[in-house]
């Protein structure tokens, strides 16, 4: 069972970044999936979630209306849309599963992890 991130890049202040989580050997239909990202000397912080069960998203307050969390049931695929980025949102972006029907942007309650995708914003 394995994650994959990527998508991360470069981007000017106010620009759009697509992350993308891929899973291999496991079929994210049975998961809840969650976005998170860490910036230099800072905790890993949730920034958004889809439910297993419904579909229905949980955003950060610092991400809504900014960001958006869809998946892709044939790609096997959830991806994360972020839009107008500032460099407040500069961090390592990681995706993980949480077997529950419904999801939740804390950190400990995932249990399988990716490897990470790097964002930079530039001013």
């Known amino acids: 069972a394995r994650l994959a991130e990527s998508g991360g890049g470069l981007v000017q202040a106010g620009g759009s970044l697509r992350l993308s989580c891929e899973a291999s050997?496991?079929?994210?239909?049975?998961?809840?999936v969650g976005w998170f990202r860490q910036a230099p000397g800072k905790e890993r912080e949730g920034v958004s979630c889809?439910?297993?069960?419904?579909?229905?998203?949980v955003y950060a307050d610092s991400v809504k209306g900014r960001f958006t969390i869809y998946k892709d049931r044939a790609k096997n695929t959830v991806f994360l849309q972020m839009n107008n980025l500032t460099p407040e949102d500069a961090a390592v972006y990681y995706c993980a599963t949480l077997y529950r029907l419904y999801c939740t942007l804390n950190t400990g309650a995932y249990d399988n992890w990716g490897q990470g995708t790097q964002v930079t914003v530039s001013s």
């Open positions: 050997g496991f079929s994210l239909d049975y998961f809840s």
């Open positions: 889809i439910s297993r069960s419904t579909s229905s998203s």
